[in-house]
């Protein structure tokens, strides 16, 4: 509950990530969540502190109503309000939350331990590609419903996601996912996260990652490649305006608190405001023809017909301007420093930044503390070499993270 269901929770409503089908009914709320963290705030437990903090943020902006059972259990919540905050991939799941006060966001992924979306009993039929590294951002978690947007979204183009503009881009396939190599690891502040993208469906390769350095987040895709006649595309964004401005200035575009930052590229950056239409019936699972119309601000990076090798890379930040270093993007790896923390992502055995890794690995360093994930959930142990030469041996846990202290200063493993 505190670690799950609470983490992929927002104001009203969960992660549209982690609902699955239910994208597609009218009706989405976050009841169930709120009922989950109402029964669990009851009884003992080493978290029940956390959980009726989330319960008690949660019924602040609760809009409708409680059965009985439920509103007398509110009724006994007593707690300050508080949303978690901080950074963690699941990596069973192939998903990703880093959230703050204020606003949340999360990247879906998927592997071959993993399905893509879903699409069952005829609903969710146009969403394919919401694994396909589908980056969510929220302020308040009801932008997307409140504005009744879902209807009215472009399906093809889903935040985050590197797309073949293909007539099938949208539809109701899913599966397992065709590659491995989908992780992430972080030191539960900040973190990084990366995905070799095989979309089902699409003659589409690419390589995504992604790194969270508190408020700003750092995209980059390389190795983007298609031998189709389609047009690929990297999405930065399909936000539902209000009634706040879309502003540029210079490199950024400015957006009800959101700050979006292209670095140089060859890539064509597109930035407009687009007024769709749609119904809740044509996502499958409901026969509400009523049309919903919504503007949304859509940016995305033209790649062109049939790239080879092409890449991609913005940030998106939430509070200051200041733009973390690209010290790599490529096939061998990609990297971010930030400060004096550096993330990087081996795609394979190499060296980078004065690391390097025996085995494909996700990994996250400060001076004090390193944090290593092998992305491909397997067995057995890889070797980190870190700055000055010192060397790790790190155990490969299923994907899950692995915790080096390291000496101050010297960056020299604890042994």
């Not at 990084?192 to 350095?213: E, R």
């Not at 930030?338 to 025996?358: D, K, L, R």
């Amino acid at each position: 509950m505190a670690d799950g269901i609470a983490w992929s929770l927002h104001g009203n409503y969960f992660d549209v990530s982690v609902v699955g089908r239910e994208v597609a009914r009218p009706s989405t709320t976050g009841y169930h969540g709120i009922a989950a963290l109402l029964q669990a705030s009851q009884f003992d437990s080493p978290r029940r502190s956390a959980i009726r903090a989330s319960a008690a943020a949660m019924l602040e902006s609760w809009q409708w109503g409680l059965p009985p059972e439920l509103a007398a259990l509110a009724e006994q919540t007593v707690a300050a309000p508080a949303w978690p905050a901080g950074h963690q991939h699941y990596f069973m799941s192939d998903y990703t939350v880093h959230r703050r006060p204020g606003w949340f966001a999360s990247i879906k992924m998927f592997s071959t331990r993993t399905k893509s979306g879903e699409s069952t009993n005829d609903e969710n039929i146009l969403g394919s590609r919401q694994s396909d590294g589908r980056f969510a951002l929220t302020r308040d978690g009801s932008e997307y419903y409140a504005r009744q947007a879902w209807p009215a979204l472009d399906w093809t183009r889903l935040p985050g996601v590197t797309v073949e503009q293909s007539p099938t881009a949208a539809s109701d396939a899913y599966g397992y996912g065709k590659r491995a190599f989908a992780g992430g690891t972080g030191d539960g502040r900040n973190g990084a996260s990366a995905m070799d993208v095989a979309p089902i469906g699409s003659a589409l390769t690419a390589k995504k990652s992604w790194f969270f350095f508190d408020d700003v987040i750092v995209f980059l895709t390389n190795s983007i490649t298609s031998p189709s006649a389609n047009r690929v595309e990297t999405v930065i964004q399909q936000w539902p305006l209000g009634s706040s401005p879309v502003v540029r200035q210079g490199d950024w575009t400015f957006c009800e608190g959101a700050g979006y930052y292209v670095y140089p590229q060859t890539a064509k950056l597109n930035v407009e405001q687009i007024t769709r239409t749609g119904t809740w019936a044509a996502l499958g699972g409901s026969t509400d023809t009523t049309p919903h119309t919504a503007t949304f601000l859509t940016m995305w990076l033209d790649h062109g017909v049939a790239p080879a090798g092409a890449s991609a890379a913005y940030a998106i930040s939430l509070g200051s301007m200041t733009v973390p270093t690209i010290i790599a993007n490529d096939a061998n790896a990609s990297a971010v420093r930030q400060g004096n923390a550096t993330g990087i992502v081996f795609w394979t055995p190499g060296a980078v930044a004065g690391y390097s890794s025996t085995l494909p690995a996700v990994i996250y360093a400060t001076p004090t503390d390193l944090y290593a994930a092998d992305p491909t959930n397997g067995t057995g142990t890889y070797q980190l070499t870190l700055p000055g030469g010192a060397k790790v041996t790190v155990p490969r846990n299923g994907g899950a993270t692995v915790h080096v202290p390291l000496r101050p200063a010297r960056h020299r493993a604890v042994r």
